[in-house]
C-alpha cells in the first residue's frame, strides 16, 4: 500500500514529497503524481514511484490511484475548472478504494466570503457525500505570496485593499509538514484543520521590509476596484487580478484570519514567522 500525492509537480505538492521522505516514508511507497512527469525524474531517481495523471483525464487517475493506502488531494490550480476535476478526482478515488483523502482546501471554506473558497467547499461536500473517508487541510494564505513581491515593495511600497485585516499566513513548506504529519500518522479521519500562521496586517507587512531593508516602505490601501486596476496595469489578467482584489477585501472581513493552532500542533513547532520569510527571501539572503 502507498501515499500517493497528486500536483508533485507544482510547489506544495513536491514538498509534500520531501516533508514524507524526512519522516522515514520508503520512497517506493509514494506515489508522485503529475501531467509533465519529466519534471519528477529527480524524485523518480530516488526511488519514488512516479505516474502520470491529470485532473481532466478520469481514466489516468484511477490507475494513478491503484493500490492507495492514502491520497493527499493537492487542489487544481485552473480557478473555475476546479469543479468538475475536484469531482473526476473524488470519483476515481471511491472507484480505487482509498484509504484516506487528505484535501487541501482553503481556510474557513464553509464561512468564507471568497470567490476562491466556493470551488473548495463543493470539493469538501463531494467527498463527504462520497463514503471516503477524509480529513481537510484548510490552509490559509502563503507567505510566498507576499515575499515574491519584495522587489515590487522596495520600488512601490505595498499595495492592497486589505485595510486592517489581519492575514494567517505561512510557509508552503509547513503546510507540507502538516500534511505529511497527517498522512504518516493516524486518527485523522473526519478531522477539520484550519491552518495559519501567526496573524499579520498589511501595515505589519510593509514595516517588516522597512526593517529589514533600511528603505522607508509603506502601505497604500487602495478600494478594490482600483486595486484591481493597479494589477491588470502591471500586467495580470483581468479575472486573475479581480480574485486577487477579491481576496484582499475577505482579507479584510477576517477571511484570511486563523483563530487557532492546529498548524503548530501538526507540526510540533511554531510556523515561519513573517519576520523569518522576509529574511530568507531577501536577495541578500540568496
Wanted: no cysteine; proline share 3%; aromatic share 6%.
Amino acid at each position: 500500500m502507498s501515499i500517493v500525492v497528486t500536483g508533485a509537480t507544482g510547489h506544495l505538492g513536491r514538498l509534500v514529497v520531501e516533508s514524507l521522505l524526512r519522516r522515514g516514508v520508503p520512497a517506493d511507497r509514494i506515489v508522485a503524481l503529475g501531467r509533465n512527469v519529466s519534471r519528477l525524474a529527480d524524485l523518480e531517481a530516488r526511488g519514488v514511484v512516479v505516474r502520470t495523471a491529470d485532473y481532466d483525464d478520469p481514466a489516468s487517475l484511477r490507475t494513478a490511484f491503484y493500490g492507495a493506502e492514502k491520497l493527499m488531494f493537492v487542489s487544481g490550480s485552473e480557478a473555475g475548472r476546479r469543479t468538475v476535476q475536484h469531482r473526476n478526482v473524488v470519483t476515481a478515488a471511491r472507484e480505487a478504494g482509498v484509504g484516506l483523502v487528505a484535501y487541501t482546501s482553503i481556510v474557513k471554506a464553509d464561512t468564507s466570503s471568497l470567490v476562491l473558497a466556493a470551488e473548495h467547499l463543493t470539493t469538501e461536500r463531494e467527498l463527504a457525500g462520497s463514503g471516503l473517508p477524509y480529513v481537510l487541510l484548510r490552509n490559509g494564505w502563503y507567505l510566498e505570496n507576499y515575499t515574491g513581491q519584495l522587489a515590487t515593495y522596495l520600488q512601490h511600497g505595498v499595495l492592497g485593499a486589505a485595510r486592517d485585516g489581519r492575514v494567517s499566513a505561512a510557509a508552503r513548506a509547513d503546510y507540507a509538514e502538516a500534511a505529511a504529519a497527517v498522512l504518516t500518522t493516524e486518527g485523522h479521519a473526519g478531522r477539520v484543520y484550519e491552518l495559519g500562521g501567526a496573524p499579520f496586517t498589511m501595515t505589519d507587512l510593509a514595516a517588516e521590509v522597512s526593517r529589514q531593508s533600511g528603505r522607508d516602505v509603506g502601505y497604500t490601501d487602495l478600494p478594490v476596484e482600483k486595486y484591481t486596476e493597479v494589477l491588470v496595469g502591471a500586467g495580470l489578467p483581468e479575472s486573475y487580478a479581480a480574485v486577487l482584489a477579491d481576496a484582499d477585501r475577505g482579507l479584510a472581513e477576517g477571511d484570511l484570519y486563523v483563530d487557532g493552532d492546529d498548524l503548530r500542533a501538526l507540526i510540533g513547532r511554531e510556523p515561519t514567522s513573517l519576520a523569518e520569510a522576509v529574511r530568507a527571501a531577501r536577495p541578500s539572503a540568496r
